[in-house]
Nanobody, 121 residues
Framework: QVQLAESGGGLVQAGGSLRLSCIAS????????MGWYRQAPGKQREFVAA???????NYADSVSGRFTISRDYPAKRVYLQMNSLKPEDTAVYFC???????????????WGQGTQVTVSS
């Protein structure tokens, strides 16, 4: 089994920055891809950014150019640097890990508990 622990959420003004962290524990050798999703109140969970096992990154159009995903692959840690935050970025952000891939429409193997990000206008 794999456990994911997120940290780094909080309250920030529009235009500000936050950095989220996710650390995997347990059977981390099962993980080949990691990334982030978010869920705003009343909306479905949506893909934000991910690393593939091959080293490629992928971003949602809504965050491309503002958010940067990075990782420590051997340690199975992933980070999300969020700059130029907007009120519409307000959501619970979830770390995701999978044996194969992380992205749009993927059935994810492991989820974190989520961390709240609130951007005030």
């Amino acid at each position: 089994q794999v456990q994911l622990a997120e940290s780094g959420g909080g309250l920030v003004q529009a235009g500000g920055s936050l950095r989220l962290s996710c650390i995997a524990s347990g059977n981390i050798f099962a993980i080949n891809a990691m990334g982030w999703y978010r869920q705003a109140p009343g909306k479905q969970r949506e893909f934000v950014a991910a690393w593939s096992s091959g080293g490629d990154t992928n971003y949602a159009d809504s965050v491309s150019g503002r958010f940067t995903i990075s990782r420590d692959y051997p340690a199975k840690r992933v980070y999300l640097q969020m700059n130029s935050l907007k009120p519409e970025d307000t959501a619970v952000y979830f770390c995701a890990a999978d044996r194969l891939s992380v992205g749009v429409g993927v059935k994810i193997d492991y989820w974190g508990q989520g961390t709240q990000v609130t951007v005030s206008s």
